[in-house]
């Protein structure tokens, strides 16, 4: 799946590239040569827990009445956020995914770079984690959810 880059009308300092993702799990680890270490390398498997989640918002905005719109956000020095999702109405919802238990404010840095462009049009930013409660007190709009509450 190619994932379109969300852009303010603003030139230069924005990713504009898709991201690819696969929504075979197994293909993608075998691409990746990654085995039974893959816990032990949490940067790798953060990358597979991000394209894990992708692939499961994917399938539940398909049931979505309005057509939804997923993208990412990057830009070229810093700030990203993995998922982006647009309503019909253009209102903006981030999603970082972080494959720890734990959090602290610069896991929102990307979420708040999106807040400061996206202005209004941000209806909520939101750190799926590995940790077992639902954390606010981030930011304004900022929120942090355990992954297993997707």
């Not at 905005?61 to 993995?82: E, N, Q, R, T």
């Amino acid at each position: 799946m190619k994932l379109p880059a969300w852009t303010p009308n603003a030139n230069g300092q924005f990713v504009k590239s898709p991201k690819i993702f696969l929504n075979d799990k197994g293909l993608l680890c075998s691409l990746t040569n990654e085995g039974e270490n893959l816990l032990s390398h949490r940067t790798q498997a953060g990358h597979l827990l991000e394209n894990f989640i992708a692939m499961e918002i994917t399938k539940q905005i398909s049931w979505h009445p309005y057509p939804l719109k997923l993208m990412h956000f990057s830009k070229h020095k810093g700030a990203a956020v993995d998922l982006v999702i647009e309503d019909h109405k253009k209102q903006l919802y981030g999603i970082e995914v972080k494959s720890k238990a734990s959090l602290k404010q610069d896991d929102f840095e990307g979420l708040s770079a999106l807040s400061k462009l996206a202005g209004k049009r941000l209806k909520r930013g939101i750190v799926l984690y590995s940790g077992t409660e639902a954390i606010s007190g981030f930011g304004q709009k900022l929120n942090a959810i355990p992954i297993n509450n997707l």
